[in-house]
């Protein structure tokens, strides 16, 4: 965690919150107690943040400082509400084309797939608050910077981000192993949001139950997977193919 992006003790924390600082995630020790820890948690809770329980070693891993458990992360960006995303993408005339994130975990992962959502023009990135990797200094690296050129929305559920898609007349493609429907039987030339889930357990099935569509990529090797920053590439670059 950056320096510049990290605020420890409890009520630097709260102070934070409550001035509307962009907070990423908090991390708390795990046996923490008392009336102002109390007071931090109903706080994040109230403002959906995201936070984990930890050992107070990776808090003072952290910072060497006094940080009476618990060490928050600010993100170096603004994130932007859906609504105001679709909207502006909509009312530009451009042919919508979204990256959906299901609590995907890695930062590096983060990063290098912001960095590919850039290149190959996609309008915002959608990922949840809870649960979902921190736009952190890693994240800021890995991206090569564009992160402070693609749009990043937070929301309170996945599920409700696609219905709001779906309503505006956005399909949505999650990319999993579980379809018998391969990439390029898919159009993507229309307006869409591609779902890509986490690295351990891949979209959520509750998520998977309510898309428009999903699609696998083709495997020929023994292993059975790809990095989900590769396969979002894939996905994303056979967007740009078939626009192009």
């Given amino acids: 965690m950056e320096k510049e992006h990290q605020i420890f003790g409890i009520r630097a924390i709260i102070e934070a919150i409550h001035a509307g600082k962009e907070i990423d995630k908090v991390f708390i020790q795990k046996d923490a107690q008392g009336d102002l820890m109390q007071e931090l948690m109903k706080a994040m809770k109230k403002n959906n943040i995201n936070f984990s329980y930890v050992p107070v070693e990776k808090l003072n891993r952290l910072t060497h400082n006094n940080h009476q458990g618990a060490v928050a992360s600010i993100a170096p960006i603004s994130f932007v509400s859906l609504e105001t995303l ?66 990043i929305c937070k929301v309170d559920h996945i599920k409700d981000a696609i219905f709001y898609l779906q309503g505006s007349g956005i399909k949505t493609v999650a990319a999993t192993e579980k379809t018998e429907s391969g990439i390029y039987d898919v159009d993507f030339n229309q307006p869409v949001a591609i779902i890509m889930g986490s690295e351990d357990r891949g979209v959520n099935p509750s998520v998977l139950k309510i898309v428009d569509e999903k699609a696998k990529l083709p ?20 967007t740009v193919r078939q626009r192009s």
């Fill in 86 to 151: 679709v909207e502006s993408v909509i009312e530009s005339g451009k042919k919508p084309f979204f990256l959906i994130l299901d609590q995907l975990s890695d930062a590096r992962n983060f990063g290098a797939i912001i960095r590919t959502a850039e290149c190959t023009g996609v309008d915002g990135i959608i990922v949840q608050k809870q649960g979902s990797a921190p736009v952190n200094g890693d994240t800021v690296k890995t991206s090569a910077g564009a992160v402070f050129n693609v749009p």
């Fill in 219 to 238: 495997m020929f090797g023994t292993i059975g997977s790809l990095n989900v920053s590769v396969a979002c590439g894939a996905f994303l670059y056979e």
